[in-house]
């Protein structure tokens, strides 16, 4: 079975620093994987992916991804991050083969001071 | 989101009791999702459903029951609730295989308080 794993549960940063938000996931066999945003008292909401082809993927907001296959790695990158970036960001990994749900992390919460 | 909704978005209950909460969708899609989230431990599946009548457990289903009669709902029941039951629930859906290439559209949220 697939696990995903965050290592940091709350990250601080000021705003226009860049961050790097982190993501090691587990799995024999290959892999889609995921970044969702989650705003205060809202549902989860879609980031970015990463299905195949090109390793880095970005988001329209900023947001880039590297998968590292080696690494077994998808970190979350923002080169300067602003007040509104303040979220709870979760990582999640699905099967490409047969795979009928996805599997997320504990989460990483993203808090901007100004 | 307008293609999914969540009732009630608030309920408390005491222990023991009985409490459903529905799920939703009108985009047609064939998977839907119960999660509940908890501080520490993100969001963990508790059921999913692949077509009606079609339900799965997921990693923490004990003492959670789903039923999907029609395409567009998916209930959650809780048989007896506890305080450990205490959270926020989830519900998604999925509409091109469970892998989420497209991503899962989720509910607002059910916080669901067990005194």
């Known amino acids: 079975a697939q696990s995903v794993t965050q290592l940091d549960s709350q990250v601080p940063v000021f705003e226009e620093a860049p961050v790097e938000l982190r993501c090691n996931y587990s799995s024999s066999v290959s892999v889609y994987l995921f970044w969702y945003v989650q705003y205060p008292n809202q549902g989860l909401q879609l980031l970015l992916k990463y299905l195949s082809g090109s390793t880095l993927v970005k988001s329209i907001n900023g947001f880039e991804a590297e998968f590292n296959k080696s690494q077994t790695s998808f970190h979350l990158r923002k080169p300067s991050v602003h007040i509104s970036d303040t979220a709870e960001y979760f990582c999640?990994?699905?099967?490409?083969?047969?795979?009928?749900?996805?599997?997320f992390g504990q989460g990483t919460r993203l808090t901007i001071n100004p | 989101d307008a293609g999914i909704t969540q009732s009630p978005r608030h309920k408390v209950t005491e222990t023991g009791t009985p409490v459903t909460l529905r799920c939703h969708q009108t985009?047609?899609?064939?998977?839907m999702y119960w999660y509940r989230q908890d501080p520490g431990h993100g969001l963990r599946l508790i059921h999913y459903?692949?077509?009606?009548?079609?339900?799965d457990k997921g990693e923490v289903s004990d003492g959670y029951s789903v039923s999907r009669s029609k395409t567009e709902d998916f209930l959650l029941t809780l048989e007896s609730a506890t305080s450990s039951q205490t959270s926020v629930y989830f519900c998604?859906?999925?509409?091109?295989?469970?892998?989420?290439?497209?991503?899962?559209?989720f509910g607002s949220g059910t916080r669901l308080t067990v005194v």
């Open positions: 999640a990994v699905s099967v490409t083969q047969g795979a009928q749900k996805l599997v």
């Open positions: 459903s692949y077509g009606v009548k079609d339900t």
């Open positions: 998604a859906i999925s509409g091109n295989g469970g892998q989420g290439i497209y991503g899962y559209t």
């Open positions: 985009e047609n899609h064939r998977y």
